[in-house]
């Protein structure tokens, strides 16, 4: 029973109480993955390439939408028409009229009409070179980034001989496609070609010769269908006051979709007719300026919130810029931060774990009050989006109503300089450096939250300047990769309502002893200091909040002259992580880099318990009179699965060139249950023949043996002739394999191989029955002896990228068609893609079909 064995890691997976990001993330692929397999056995699918990329399609449904897509199909199909502009006010659902498009390409895997259909975000300032990056993306292409009409060069020539469907959306000044972009215009011999875009504006349509579709708001009947279809109450149907009131209610939303999903989507529940008599009220009610219709529904949903806390964290959202991926993990953290989740109830003093899992469920209520959209970026995982409409909405507040809610200042809102007392929040980015004056911040009161991620020019007597005004009310301050350097300023220790400190990716030497007096700290982010040298014992060890430690990657010795610093005081110990004097610390990531380190380390089961990322390197190029890294016959190692194997959620692993590994490396999932990225580096050796991963099992008996790893990395390693997977990896979606010289099989099959002799797991179509249900990603470079990977194709449903570079021995590759419908991309350089043979179920050649996906690197 293939279909069965392939679900069953993924359900049994979901059924475990994890952390709702994960969750949720984990259920949507799920879902598509479920509904694929569906497709699947239906037999609805053929050997039929993708021209599309998939684009989640936001909350709100297309509805009476029907005839606008009709309309947009059969202008696609008309050699005389090139460019379609589909214009309406925001929130009328152009953008949900676009995605359907682009979707339907991509499920019906449609060939016939173009080589590529691209999708391209364009947002209100156009910036001609992120256009440019997303269309080279699809292509394949890397562009100079620094000449526009040189980019826009290579991409008319790379668009030049394909038919293309160009989707670009929310355009707000006419831009000449060919010379501004490089996208050539669809007439004459490209008439097969075509470009649609959405604008808010009808001018842009006529000023680009585009054939405009105008999107209409619904009409009673069509408004009152979704609006009634969001309500979660009997009494509309039942009470005809309430009735009356509710189609008023629905009446004012004007048809457009996005307001009358988030209006009736705040009204759900409401049971009372005063209820709707006051929304009526409010709706009529239209606040000093605020004249634009769907603005004035979606700012009614923002007032209808339950409380200031979620209007504050959506708030939040909008200091990102337009269109921007906001990550669910880092929102959390700050929300945390400034006390949105959880100060309220227990005035910060719970687990982080649970602040985590209530700032997850904050997310889900702005997602359910459609305020807030679901994304997902192979970069940083769940993300969220705002729609435009509703940044604008929030936008309109904080400028006219910021001494009602958390105003804030980003690089993009306006604000007078007489009412920058009112302002919360500030938050700056590195492109907006140019601009950057520290008086702009110290004129601000900004009492929460001050973000310079990135930021240049922070000068110690800024950041001391920054401190002392600041210092009673701060809660947030996040340094992370900005340019401060050397010494962190004293005055950091004054802030005393710090929470939330991140220092990441900075040059900083050394900590001041003054931050063991931020004893309100939560989170404190030190990953990636690798000048960091002198962390006074006092800084750290009497933190006695701090529940988030991070030092991955720091390049603090541990195991430093215990003379200590230059002022005599004593250096931080590993001890001291474990001491009273940080007794709420929960979460922690270290690297270790000596053996004595490692097995001080592991003798705690405090600090064994509580670490979820470790880095295991020796911190200088061991000798031979070293003891070995992972101690004898690798014991040491095999004592960090058995003790953090439970906790570890991040694990790097370096080998040790004066004592290489002796024998295979088998790493059992099962040990590693909460790991989702591990990354073996460095690890020479002429007598480890081979690295095993073992996954959970095909049929899983119990929910304890799901492993949940995401992302495996094999990088610089010398000696071993093989990589093997073998058993189930349900949440496996990248695989990069480089720079192994001896490396000569990358098997994926392995334990599928041994399976199927047994439980004949095979399919009809040859196909192997897929382990590996989310792998999207597989990366392959500098394996010049590689010369398989895998002997026959597998099912692998997620699949949508192969990247093949400098494998010269790899000559063939098992592909197919039907087992892998979304592979969109195969890059690799021209003289090995000529040269390869490319197998499929049975054996055979699927070229042919794949040659359309080959992208040139
Ligand atoms: C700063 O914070 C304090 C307390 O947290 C608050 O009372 C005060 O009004 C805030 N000031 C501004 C300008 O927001
Ligand atoms: C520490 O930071 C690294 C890199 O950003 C991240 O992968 C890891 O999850 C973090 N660990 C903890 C304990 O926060
Ligand atoms: C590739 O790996 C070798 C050893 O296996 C190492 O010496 C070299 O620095 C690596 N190259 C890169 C580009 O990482």
């Known amino acids: 029973m293939p279909l069965l064995a392939c679900i069953l890691p993924v359900l049994t997976f979901l059924c475990q109480p994890v952390l709702g990001a994960v969750e949720t993330c984990v259920g949507n692929q799920a879902q598509r993955f479920f509904g ?34 009709s309309v947009i199909r059969s202008y696609l199909n008309d050699d005389s028409v090139g460019i379609i502009g589909i214009y309406g006010m925001g929130g009328v659902g152009k953008t949900t009229i676009l995605q359907r498009i682009n979707n339907e390409f991509f499920e019906s895997g449609k060939q016939g009409s173009f080589d590529l259909v691209i999708w391209v975000t364009v947002s209100q300032t156009v910036d001609i ?15 100079s980034c620094s000449n526009t009409e040189e980019d826009a060069r290579v991409l008319f020539k790379a668009l030049s001989d394909k038919r293309f469907l160009v989707l670009l959306d929310d355009i707000w000044r006419a831009i000449d496609m060919q010379v501004e972009i490089g996208i050539p215009r669809p007439k004459g011999r490209r008439r097969n070609s075509k470009i649609v875009f959405t604008t808010r504006l009808s001018q842009v349509c006529d000023e680009m010769e585009a054939k405009s579709i105008p999107v209409k708001p619904l009409d009673e009947v069509a408004s009152w269908e979704l609006f009634s279809s969001k309500l979660r109450t009997q009494e509309v149907c039942t009470n005809p006051t309430i009735r009356l009131l509710a189609e008023q209610v629905a009446h004012k939303c004007g048809g457009l979709p996005l ?10 529940n409401r049971k009372l007719s005063r209820d709707w008599e006051d929304a009526v009220d409010a709706l009529d009610h239209r606040p000093e300026r605020l004249d634009d219709q769907v603005l ?30 906001i990550s669910r993990e880092k929102l959390v953290d700050y929300w945390v931060g400034e006390g949105l989740v959880d100060d309220e109830n227990d005035g910060g003093e719970g687990s982080m774990n649970d602040a985590r899992g209530a700032g997850q469920a904050l997310i889900n209520k702005l997602l359910d009050a459609c305020l807030l959209e679901s994304s997902w970026s192979s970069l940083i995982g769940p993300t969220v989006k705002m729609h435009d409409a509703v940044r604008d909405m929030v936008l309109w507040i904080n400028r006219h109503e910021y001494n009602k809610v958390d105003g804030f200042l980003a690089w993009d809102s306006i604000i007078r300089r007489e009412d920058r007392k009112h302002i919360k929040r500030i938050r700056l980015l590195r492109k907006h450096i140019k601009r950057f004056n520290p008086d702009v911040i110290l004129s601000c009161s900004s009492n929460r939250t001050l973000m310079l991620s990135s930021v240049r020019g922070l000068r110690p007597p800024i950041l001391q300047g920054i401190a002392s005004s600041m210092k009673s009310t701060l809660r947030i301050l996040d340094l992370f990769y900005s340019d401060i350097r050397g010494e962190l300023p004293a005055e950091v220790g004054l802030m005393a309502e710090l929470r939330f400190l991140d220092l990441s990716f900075t040059r900083i030497a050394s900590l001041p002893k003054e931050l063991g007096n931020l004893v309100k700290l939560r989170q404190l982010g030190l990953v990636d200091t690798k000048f960091l040298v002198q962390i006074p014992q006092e800084a750290i060890a009497g933190l006695r909040s701090l529940q988030v430690l991070n030092m991955t990657e720091s390049g603090y010795d541990w195991e430093a002259d215990p003379r200590g610093g230059e002022d005599g005081g004593r250096q931080l110990k590993l001890g001291d992580l474990e001491a009273a004097g940080l007794p709420r610390l929960e979460e922690l990531g270290v690297q270790l880099d000596t053996p004595r380190a490692l097995e001080r380390f592991l003798k705690s089961d405090k600090l064994c318990s509580r670490t979820r990322s470790l880095r295991v390197k020796m911190r200088h190029r061991s000798q031979s009179e070293d003891p070995p890294l992972y101690g004898e016959g690798g014991s040491l190692l095999w004592r960090v699965f058995s003790r953090m194997g439970r906790s570890l959620k991040t694990l790097f692993l370096y080998g040790d060139d004066a004592h290489p590994w002796e024998g295979g490396l088998r790493i059992s999932l099962d040990q590693l249950p909460l790991l989702e990225f591990l990354r073996l580096d460095s690890f020479r050796s002429e007598r480890m023949p081979e690295v095993v991963l073992v996954g959970s099992n095909f049929t899983p008996r119990s929910s304890s043996n799901i492993v949940r790893l995401s992302s495996f990395v094999m990088d610089n390693c010398d000696g071993q002739k093989g990589l093997k997977l073998v058993g189930a990896f349900p949440c496996l979606r990248n695989i990069v394999l480089g720079n192994c010289s001896t490396m000569e099989e990358l098997a994926l099959d392995d334990g599928v191989a041994a399976g199927i002799a047994e439980e004949g797991t095979q399919d009809d179509a040859g196909l192997l029955d897929c382990h590996l249900p989310m792998l999207s990603d597989i990366l392959l470079y500098k394996l010049p002896s590689l010369k398989s990977i895998g002997r026959r194709p597998l099912r692998l449903p997620e699949l949508r990228y192969i990247k093949v570079d400098r494998c010269p021995e790899l000559r063939r590759i098992p592909l197919d068609a039907a087992g892998m419908p979304k592979l969109e991309r195969i890059r690799a350089r021209r003289e090995w893609w000529d040269t390869v043979e490319c197998a499929g179920s049975g054996g055979h050649n699927t070229k042919p079909i794949f040659e359309k996906r080959f992208i040139e690197l």
């Open 129 to 143: 070179p992120a256009i440019q990056k997303q269309i080279a993306e699809r292509l394949g292409l890397s562009l």
């Open 296 to 325: 004035r529904c979606l700012k009614f949903s923002f007032d209808y919130l339950k409380n200031d806390n979620m209007r504050s964290a959506l708030l939040f959202c909008s200091m990102f810029p337009e269109d921007a991926q």
């Open 36 to 69: 694929f397999l569906t497709d699947w056995a239906d037999g609805l699918f053929g050997d039929r390439p993708n021209a599309a990329e998939e684009v989640p399609e936001s909350a709100s449904e297309v509805v009476g939408a029907e005839d606008t897509l």
């Open 259 to 268: 307001a009358l999903v988030t209006v009736a989507k705040a009204m759900a």
